[in-house]
């Protein structure tokens, strides 16, 4: 069953408030967050039905309402380099995830089409993996115009900003846009020296996306720290405090960090005598908190 009230709600907010909507996502590629039926499927003809009426129905209802899609979310292991142990890798033909993108592109023509990953910014090899996986989906005909790196950092520990820009550049490279889609970076619960840190980590990763022709946006995942996903995921001490804003919607000094690099970033550009291209201007938002 489609139900769209919700999803209805969002995108005519949008629409009437002159805001575009990054659609997400179609093919979540992890068993976890798969219902149970379709984990259960085991015939190859019978889940490859289930992928396209789920794609032509989703991306049919919002088609021409919504900005891009993010058609395939993490497919890659969580932690690793492998494709995911999930119902789609094990049952579906090698092929699928390029079917995936022509049934979005048919549904939806007008749509940016787009494919986010989880861990590439820290995972070890997880960076070369996702970029060979992109690499061969683009050689077998999938019609990507985008790759999302979700950047959710274990710590204030990094990014080094040289070493994250090449991973952007390296989609750009491959005629690609390129967005920071799932930011936030915790910090431990108790002393606030650590939101020093937690500036700084912010900067770079912000630093980063503007060092790269062709990195479009940042989207950081949530507005304020009393709504964070990592609170409620088991894994950091909490409150985790990933955010710009604390729960009282009052401005972090990571917000201050952010906003100073953009500040800085627009100076030097208005300094620069030779026009600078305007066809992807560097956004960067808030989204509510959720466990993507």
């Known amino acids: 069953m489609f139900t769209f009230d919700d999803g209805d709600a969002v995108v005519t907010f949008a629409g009437d408030n002159g805001m575009q909507v990054r659609a997400h996502t179609l093919v979540w590629t992890q068993d976890t967050f798969t219902p149970d039926w379709v984990k259960a499927e085991t015939d190859p003809d019978a889940l490859a039905a289930v992928v396209a009426n789920n794609i032509a129905t989703v991306a049919g209802h919002y088609a021409g309402r919504v900005q891009r899609w993010d058609v395939i979310n993490e497919p890659l292991e969580s932690g690793g380099t492998a494709l995911a142990d999930s119902v789609f890798h094990r049952v579906l033909p090698s092929g699928w995830m390029v079917s ?36 061969d989906l683009l050689a077998a005909g999938a019609p990507i115009d985008g790759v999302g790196l979700q950047v959710h950092r274990p710590s204030v520990n990094g990014p080094d900003v040289d070493q994250l820009a090449q991973q952007l550049r390296d989609f750009t490279d491959l005629g690609l ?116």
Do not use: M
């Not at 022509?102 to 970029?131: R, S």
């Open 100 to 135: 995936a993108f022509n049934a979005a592109q048919a549904a939806d023509p007008d749509a940016e089409l787009w494919i986010n990953e989880y861990g590439t910014d820290w995972v070890p090899g997880k960076h070369q993996a996702f970029l060979a996986l992109v690499r």
């Open 177 to 292: 846009e390129v967005a920071i889609t799932e930011l936030d970076i915790p910090i431990p619960p108790g002393s606030d020296t650590v939101l020093v840190d937690q500036a700084e980590a912010f900067g770079r990763v912000v630093a980063a996306c503007l060092a790269v022709t062709g990195c479009t946006e940042i989207t950081v995942w949530g507005v304020t720290d009393a709504n964070t996903w990592l609170d409620g995921l088991g894994i950091f001490p909490t409150p985790t405090r990933p955010l710009l804003f604390d729960g009282a919607f009052a401005p972090k000094p990571a917000y201050d960090a952010v906003r100073a690099v953009l500040a800085g970033a627009v100076l030097a550009r208005r300094a620069t005598p030779t026009p600078l291209p305007t066809e992807s201007p560097l956004e960067v938002t808030a989204i509510p908190a959720f466990t993507g």
